[in-house]
């Protein structure tokens, strides 16, 4: 079954630190890959997203993502993490085309960001 | 743009009976897409709707299903319900075409009791 992996389940960082979220995902076709954030209390919003072309994309508050596709992973980075960062991180996929509405996620990441 | 709306944004249920969830999209977005988000399971994909046509399921029991209507507003419905569907409902839209995005509503939260 196609499945996304999130390797960090809870993350703690203090302010300034870097990020690294893994990602990797099961499925080789075609993908539309995107990272989400749930802060508390709020609902899910678009963080980034790559559809095709330049595999390092870049978002909204500083983040970047890389799409490897050797690796099957789109990992998620911030080279300097503020508290309000503190949130949950999901990665998503839509494998193939026919599948558009169909968003995979992972099981998601808890950052927390110690002022 | 309004974003996308659902309704209501909390409900208590007992088990056994059924429940009606509402979504509104974004204006102009043909496409409805629901999940199911748990602390066990994660957030799961029920069903996408587009044009009225129900265009993908996830793997949930059919006591799960939904409907869209003409101006894109979607309904999902539970029937019989179950201590386990407690859950946050989280309704998505997009324009419905390949390579788009989705946009998340805020959820509704049913509590089975």
């Known amino acids: 079954a196609q499945s996304v992996s999130q390797h960090n389940h809870h993350v703690i960082l203090s302010e300034a630190a870097s990020l690294e979220l893994g990602c990797n995902y099961s499925?080789?076709?075609?993908?539309?890959l995107f990272w989400y954030v749930q802060y508390p209390g709020q609902h899910l919003q678009l963080l980034l997203k790559?559809?095709?072309?330049?595999?390092l994309v870049k978002g909204i508050k500083g983040f970047e993502a890389e799409f490897i596709k050797s690796k099957f992973s789109f990992n998620l980075r911030k080279p300097s993490v503020q508290w309000s960062d503190t949130a949950e991180y999901f990665c998503?996929?839509?494998?193939?085309?026919?599948?558009?509405?169909?968003?995979?996620f992972g099981q998601g990441t808890t950052l927390q960001v110690k002022p | 743009k309004a974003g996308v709306t659902q309704t209501p944004r909390y409900l208590i249920k007992t088990r056994g009976q059924q429940v009606t969830l509402s979504c509104s999209p974004i204006s102009g977005h043909r496409s409805v897409s629901w999940y199911q988000q748990t602390p066990g399971q994660g957030l799961q994909f029920l069903f996408e709707y587009f044009s009225e046509t129900q265009r993908n399921k996830g793997n949930f029991p059919g006591r799960f299903s939904g409907r869209q209507f003409s101006n894109s507003r979607s309904e999902m419905n539970v029937s019989t319900l179950e201590l386990g569907d407690s859950a946050l409902y989280l309704c998505?839209?997009?324009?419905?075409?390949?390579?788009?995005?989705?946009?998340f509503g805020p959820g509704t939260r049913l509590t089975v009791l």
């Open positions: 790559y559809f095709s072309g330049d595999p």
């Open positions: 998503a996929v839509i494998h193939g085309s026919s599948n558009t509405g169909k968003l995979i």
């Open positions: 499925y080789g076709g075609t993908v539309n």
């Open positions: 998505a839209s997009s324009p419905g075409t390949s390579s788009t995005t989705q946009y």
